[in-house]
């Protein structure tokens, strides 16, 4: 999806984990997807560079639906629908 698209998203949940280092935020990620239903949007919030690579390959582990990253100033969000 491009950046505008992935802005335009419903989001069910957003996780703020900007301020934890690996492990944090795919834990925090972890927590969170099971709190929302199927079909609904994840939006991942992290400062930690390999949030970036962790994320998506624990999404296509588990099923979930990988759907982009906007790069913003200093953070990235990330973006799952959960299968």
Known sequence: MTPEELSNLEIA????????????????????????????????????EG?????????KKKNHEYLGTIEESGYFKIYLKKQ
């Open 13 to 48: 949940k957003t996780v703020d984990a900007r301020g934890t280092a690996c492990p944090g935020p795919l834990l925090e990620a972890k927590k969170a997807i099971g709190k929302v239903e199927s079909g609904d949007i994840l939006e991942i919030l992290s400062a930690d």
């Open 51 to 59: 949030t970036k690579k962790d994320i998506p390959k624990w999404a």
